[in-house]
């Protein structure tokens, strides 16, 4: 694999890096596992590649399938999203941690108001890159 990213987030500053990263990432609900005995909360999806340069080759830019793991979870819950729907596509808008004073609280925010909250003492995520690039079928545009 050329140029594949691996990062992991430590903090809530470290998950805001991560998380531009991880901007207009694709997720299937199928894709999306949550390990309540393992404390665990992952998702694999099709990454945007904002950091990668060379539009003239691809010029719609790139997009590579992209794991991500969360450690230490106690609770997941979602909002907006149908387990049930397996195929349903959802578009990650942005990941975010907030300290509660008991704990952590990290929410991703995917669009059209879908989210998921997890619980957590501290932050611990892991993303890894897991495939080559290809180039995306367009470029994802925001309107706001």
Partial sequence: MSQSLKLIAQTPEDLTVMSSLMQDTTVRVEDMAWLPNDGRFAFVGNRFRWEKKGWFRRPKGERVRTAIHFSGIKSA???????????????????????????TVILLNFADGASVRLSCEVVDAALTDLSDPWEARTRPRHTD
Avoid: F, N, P
């Fill in 77 to 103: 819950q979602l909002t907006g999203i149908d387990l049930s729907a397996h195929e349903q596509v959802l578009d990650l808008l942005d990941m975010e941690a907030h300290d509660t004073g008991i704990g």
